[in-house]
């Protein structure tokens, strides 16, 4: 990946499809934040490719959504309340079938009610879980990198 992204968000003349991100960029982010799916469909727009993804709002929900996605795929929960996900309880990964995506479901929507009752769960969004990337090194051209349900990001 590239600093191409970053730039279509940054600098809207890069490319014409990046005026609409942009307006929508400010739309969405009202309170300083996007949702992931938000952002995905952002970065979407802008031709960067993306995980492929659903937002389940029941466990069979999630076990139909996992196995249309395909296997593995990653469990996270969608609330504005909770900003560190895996803190609270709210990732699941390696999932592997829909029993396991049915079960996760229920533990992340049971964790993130006992890390927080206050929190509104809003959907617990299914996604193709990707494969490592590998290390970012100064020969490979990568300038962006997150892994392990979002604990490392850099750019």
């Not at 968000?9 to 400010?26: D, I, M, Q, T």
């Not at 949702?35 to 492929?52: F, H, Q």
């Not at 997150?146 to 750019?155: I, L, Q």
């Amino acid at each position: 990946m590239t600093l191409k992204p970053l730039l279509f968000l940054r600098n809207k003349a890069l490319n014409p499809a990046v005026k609409n991100c942009s307006e929508e960029l400010g739309a969405l982010a009202t309170h300083g934040m996007i949702r992931e799916a938000e952002g995905y469909e952002l970065l979407k727009t802008a031709g960067v490719p993306v995980p492929r993804y659903a937002i389940a709002r029941s466990s069979s929900d999630a076990a139909e959504m996992a196995e249309r996605i395909g296997y593995p795929v990653v469990l996270k929960v969608i609330s504005p309340q909770v900003i560190h996900k895996s803190d609270a309880g709210g990732v699941a990964v390696n999932i592997g079938s829909a029993q396991q995506a049915r079960e996760a479901y229920d533990a992340i929507i049971k964790s993130v009610t006992a890390s927080d009752s206050r929190a509104v769960i809003e959907g617990i969004m299914v996604e193709q879980q990707l494969p490592p990337a590998g290390r970012p090194t100064l020969h490979s051209g990568r300038c962006s990198r997150s892994g392990s349900a979002g604990h490392w990001s850099s750019f």
